[in-house]
């Protein structure tokens, strides 16, 4: 059963980056996509972006310019940097399983669901 | 602004059936796409509870179930139980933002 354990820093000041790791336990690494996801408080969801294992990754547009997500495979884990953070960068931050996808593989997948997701990383930005 | 349509909030006494919408376009649902659902208790991160229009992973109960027409997509919820009191999700996927989108949460009450 696979399952994500997330960390990173929880306050950041305005410009600064967010940074968050992500490890996956008990299951496989390789052939799959591993996505982002936040939520600001008292909001709905907000897809961040993903990448497959082999590195190709897709990203929301509102966030492309920001966003960084990168995969070490030799300690399975995912990473998320979005930089020049504001306070409305404020939220809980999850990590997901994105489906399983071997072979010839695209940037991302339109018939996936996230699942399990991580416990979330609630990061504040204030000055 | 979400990209699907929910109602903010629905309601309904123990042992009702509810149903939550969830709206979308023909970028999205109405191209085919695969309408996915997830639970999110307070305080907690959300959960997978219906994947593809209308599976459930196991251990998801059977009084849970999911269905697609047209633009749209249903969760039905029926004996509602005080437990099921959470926020719920959909998602799909969107071809002109090419990648995936969420509704806006709807939050059920249990009476």
């Known amino acids: 059963q696979v399952q994500l354990q997330q960390w990173g820093a929880g306050l950041l000041k305005p410009s600064e980056t967010l940074s968050l790791t992500c490890a996956v336990n008990?299951?496989?690494?390789?052939?799959?996509?591993w996505s982002w996801i936040r939520q600001p408080p008292g909001k709905g969801l907000e897809w961040i972006g993903e990448i497959h294992h082999s590195g190709g990754t897709k990203y929301n547009p509102s966030l492309k310019s920001r966003v960084t997500i990168s995969v070490d495979t030799s300690k399975n884990q995912f990473s998320l940097k979005l930089r020049s953070v504001t306070a409305a960068d404020t939220a809980v931050y999850y990590c997901?399983?994105?489906?399983?996808?071997?072979?010839?593989?695209?940037?991302?997948?339109?018939?996936?669901?996230?699942?399990?997701w991580g416990q979330g990383t609630l990061v504040t930005v204030s000055s | 602004q979400s990209v699907l349509t929910q109602p903010p909030a629905v309601s309904g006494a123990p042992g009702q059936r509810v149903t939550i919408s969830c709206t979308g376009s023909?970028?999205?649902?109405?191209?085919?796409?695969?309408v996915h659902w997830y639970q999110q208790l307070p305080g907690t991160a959300p959960k997978l509870l219906i994947y593809g229009n209308n599976n459930r992973p196991s251990g998801v109960p059977d009084r849970f179930s999911g269905s697609k027409s047209g633009t749209s997509a249903s969760l039905a919820i029926s004996g509602l139980q005080a437990e099921d009191e959470a926020d719920y999700y959909c998602?799909?996927?969107?071809?002109?933002?090419?990648?995936?989108?969420f509704g806006g949460g709807t939050k059920l009450t249990v009476l």
């Open positions: 998602q799909s996927f969107d071809s002109s933002l090419s990648g995936s989108v």
């Open positions: 023909s970028s999205n649902i109405g191209a085919g796409y695969d």
């Open positions: 008990g299951g496989s690494f390789s052939g799959y996509y």
């Open positions: 997901a399983n994105f489906g399983y996808c071997g072979g010839d593989c695209p940037q991302t997948s339109p018939y996936n669901w996230f699942d399990p």
